[in-house]
């Protein structure tokens, strides 16, 4: 009888297949880390940018909640001024009175915006200083032409990258805080985005903050001359169309637009077909 | 021929010899005409036989031929057909390799062409952005050809529209940066 125990198991073939399997796939997994670890990350964002958007959202909210209910008032009062039918009728002492009534309020308006301002342009600036620093050097000094174009593009295959690209400009039809809570989310969040997310959204944020901040810089210029002529105006008790512009424009800056663009839907994706990648391509 | 004419060139032997090879010339040159076919792979056998016997000159012709050729016909498979008959052009002389990347990636691929330069964006694309804009919107509607109509990848054209738009903002923002002295 041979009691000979074999020393050792003899390979089963589906065994050693699966072995070789988890060897490979494991090792492919260490390759790709490491792939992605020497992969250079464009900083577009550091922490200071992050911290801003965040103060700059803050401030927004603050100014929105302090306007709100003036704006509210003002728009209680002008419905009271046509309901009365005022418009044309500045003679008459009653719609004299409701008119000082919404100049006054105005002037609150004014008042207020030229408070919180001033911190508005303060985080506003920053945000926008260190995005430009951050794209100048990053995207306009290190990079190419074409490695600007392949960072966008990204690595092939790469679905779940392009799913998770930000929507762009969506400016219009969002409160100012919003926007900038939105900003902050984004980029918060920016870790698990490529590259080309984070250069598309760095450069939309970068140019939203520059068109603010013009924007700001123009409106407080405004209010010192917009305040002395309602001071003016007053004593006579007038509602000139220059203020139902302003408070116009206030409330599509601060609350959105009130009948946004819809959106139209994209074309429909293609077949997903394995590509064909020739030898000439780059 | 007039015979005074005849006589005063006689007399000048320098003359006669030029218009006479000049003649010659026009005589042996090949109609190079374009491919009659609407089936993609006679027309690259038929453009591939024009090419060797003295039609190289017409190759972008040839080339726009054989695209809308193709475009009776699309499929990916198309892809790989234009490939190959440029890897045989480079193999043949006639093409260097540089342009037959170019011949090929500016109508197949998603990246723009128009888009490669060997120095950084803010000296080199910036001051350039109008015109690199412009070329990129004459490539994409090359690629719309290539892509979309030629290789039925819509996909692969959504992106390269996609990459036109975001192309546009980043340059806009990069070189907005560039130029700011802050």
């Known amino acids: 009888m041979n009691n000979k125990r074999p020393l050792a198991i003899a390979p089963d073939p589906a065994r050693r297949k699966a072995t070789l399997g988890l060897l490979l796939a494991g090792m492919l997994l260490i390759v790709a880390q490491t792939v992605l670890a020497n992969t250079p990350t464009i900083r577009l964002f550091p922490t200071t940018v992050v911290e801003d958007l965040k103060q700059t959202g803050n401030v927004a909210r603050d100014m929105e909640t302090g306007l709100q209910e003036v704006i509210g008032r003002l728009d209680q009062q002008q419905q009271l001024y046509v309901e009365s039918k005022c418009d044309g009728a500045a003679n008459d002492p009653g719609c004299q009175r409701l008119a000082r009534q ?66 762009l400009r969506g400016r219009s039809g969002m409160r100012l805080s919003e926007r900038f809570k939105t900003y902050y989310q984004l980029v918060a969040t920016s870790g698990s985005r490529g590259d080309q997310s984070l250069a598309v959204l760095a450069s939309d944020i970068y140019l939203d903050m520059e068109e603010t901040s013009v924007l700001i810089e123009r409106t407080r210029q405004e209010i010192a001359r917009a305040t002395l002529m309602e001071q003016l105006n007053q004593s006579f008790g007038i509602i000139t169309p220059e203020m139902m512009e302003v408070v116009g424009g206030v409330k599509t800056i601060l609350f959105g637009d009130e009948d946004p663009h819809a959106l139209v839907a994209g074309p429909p994706p293609g077949s997903v077909e394995q590509a064909y990648r020739s030898p000439l391509e780059q | 021929m007039n015979p005074q004419i005849l006589t005063s060139l006689l007399k000048f032997p320098g003359i006669l010899a030029g218009i006479l090879m000049l003649a010659a010339c026009a005589s042996t040159e090949p109609g190079c005409p374009s491919p009659q076919t609407r089936n993609l792979d ?6 591939k036989t024009s090419l060797g016997t003295g039609c190289e000159a017409h190759f972008d012709r040839y080339y726009d031929d054989l695209l809308t050729i193709a475009e009776g016909d699309p499929k990916p498979e198309n892809k790989r057909i234009f490939s190959e008959f440029l890897v045989w052009s480079g193999d043949q002389g006639l093409l260097s390799t540089r342009q037959a990347q170019e011949y090929y990636n500016r109508f197949f691929n998603v990246k723009f062409m ?43 054209y959504y992106r390269a529209d996609r990459l036109y738009q975001e192309v546009e903002l980043v340059l806009e923002a990069t070189c907005t940066a560039c130029t700011a002295s802050r």
């Open chain 1, 102 to 167: 919404i100049g006054a309020t105005y002037l609150e308006m004014l008042t207020i915006m030229e408070e919180r301002l001033p911190d508005m342009e303060h985080t506003v600036n920053n945000t926008r200083i260190s995005l430009e620093r951050g794209l100048r050097n990053e995207l306009g000094k290190k990079m190419t032409p074409w490695q600007l174009q392949e960072t966008l593009v990204g690595k092939p295959n790469t679905s779940a990258a392009s799913q998770s690209s930000p929507t």
């Open chain 2, 114 to 156: 128009a888009m490669k330069g060997d120095y950084n964006n803010c000296s080199h694309t910036c001051p350039n952005k109008q015109r690199v804009l412009l070329d990129m919107e004459r490539e994409l509607s090359d690629k719309e050809r290539g892509l979309l109509k030629v290789s039925q990848d819509p996909e692969g």
């Open chain 2, 42 to 47: 006679s027309a690259i056998s038929f453009v």
